[in-house]
């Protein structure tokens, strides 16, 4: 038998919504709904949408990631001072406007960003 708990989606923003992307990783798939997501590490003191503690070079609000509103187009602002490494193209902080990520399917962390 399987687990059928293993296949159910879960949901970053309004549930039954359109989904902007999916996000499938080790704990799950998420169905994204929100215009901009914060990524991090699990903290009493920040709002994080997708927690990610792969290892202590995360930080609590480690990138958001926002819709442009044109289709398969998302930015990137990194705030983690160990940057972000997405398909073999390093992205650091301190840049002085968010970045373009130019891709349809992206590798972040353990997670694959698919964009619809």
Not at 27 to 40: D, L, P, S
Request: charge should be positive.
């Amino acid at each position: 038998l399987t687990n059928r708990s293993q296949f159910k989606v879960k949901w970053i923003g309004e549930p039954g919504q359109s989904p902007l992307a999916i996000l499938k990783g080790p704990i799950g798939t998420f169905a994204v709904t929100k215009r901009e997501i914060v990524i991090g590490r699990e903290s009493t003191h920040s709002t994080t949408d997708l927690i990610v503690q792969e290892n202590n070079y995360i930080s609590r609000c480690h990138m958001i990631l926002s819709y442009t509103g044109q289709p398969n187009r998302w930015i990137i602002e990194v705030n983690g001072k160990n940057g972000v490494l997405i398909n073999d193209t390093m992205y650091k902080r301190a840049e002085k406007q968010p970045q373009s990520i130019p891709y349809r399917y992206t590798y972040l962390f353990t997670y694959c960003f698919c964009f619809l």
